[in-house]
């Protein structure tokens, strides 16, 4: 299976959450209100049902969150996701992302689209989903994996310039894993321009100086040894078994099984 593809699969299935639970209001005195159904207007005002039948409106500046409980919608989601239909995925999650603004799943779809878009190499549209969620959560930016992930978005879209001032600030940040993660999208930089030995050197410094960064070896391993692969060198080999032998659970060693 494509890394890329299981990626996006084991993206929807870590967001979608697990079960459902009752929908909630946290008020502007930051007490919780439960109530059994919930809705919301496109101006933001939220309708909360309340176990006893009461309808509560909260107008926008009188909660700080709301919250529905598992949309339906996502149940589709996962189960397409495990057979691989990250197409017919995107297109729930667009609606659910429309339907339920304001309770909490519209950031939630917005993030699985955002990382569901890069399997399906719509990096434009990928891009445009992380940069409307750094608006409103601009934490989520220097969240490596999902600065990583947006720079591979811009990067498939063509805009070097945005990536490369981002890899930048990542390998002079101080935080390794930043570091480590930046230095693959370098490396990925180069081998997209026919660069295959620079990006070659990016990946295997990586490999070899970020073994601390375990999150990220299994992809700077596989891309080590595919520009081996590329550049006709039997090293090649022993860097795909390195994969498969040291993170066997990875999207990656799967992908390394089928170079064998």
Do not use: C, H
Request: charged share 25%; no cysteine.
């Amino acid at each position: 299976m494509n890394p890329l593809l299981k990626s996006g699969i084991s993206a929807v299935l870590l967001f979608a959450g697990t079960g459902r639970a009752a929908p909630f209001v946290i008020n502007s005195a930051g007490n919780r209100v439960n109530g059994s159904a919930i809705r919301s207007a496109a101006d933001g005002t939220v309708l909360l049902t309340t176990p006893n039948g009461q309808t509560l409106t909260f107008r926008p500046g009188t909660y700080r969150q709301a919250f529905a409980d598992k949309p339906k919608e996502v149940f589709q989601v996962e189960k397409l996701a495990k057979k691989g239909a990250l197409a017919a995925a995107a297109e729930i999650l667009r609606r659910v992302k429309e339907e339920y603004r304001f309770l909490g799943w519209d950031q939630r779809a917005s993030l699985m689209l955002a990382r569901v878009y890069l399997p399906l190499k719509q990096f434009e549209d990928a891009a445009r989903e992380y940069e409307a969620l750094f608006a409103v959560q601009p934490g989520l930016k220097a969240v490596p994996k999902e600065r990583a992930n947006y720079m591979q978005a811009l990067l498939g879209a063509n805009r070097l310039r945005e990536v490369g001032v981002m890899v930048d600030e990542d390998i002079a940040s101080g935080s390794r894993e930043a570091a480590a993660r930046a230095q693959i999208v370098r490396g990925d930089m180069k081998a997209a321009a026919g660069q295959q030995e620079e990006a070659l050197l990016d990946y295997l410094r990586t490999a070899i100086l970020f073994r601390s960064q375990t999150a990220v070896l299994p992809e700077a391993t596989y891309k080590t040894a595919a520009a081996l692969k590329k550049m006709n060198d039997p090293r090649a080999a022993e860097y795909f078994q390195k994969v498969i032998d040291e993170f066997p659970d990875s999207e990656f060693a799967e992908m390394a099984k089928g170079e064998k």
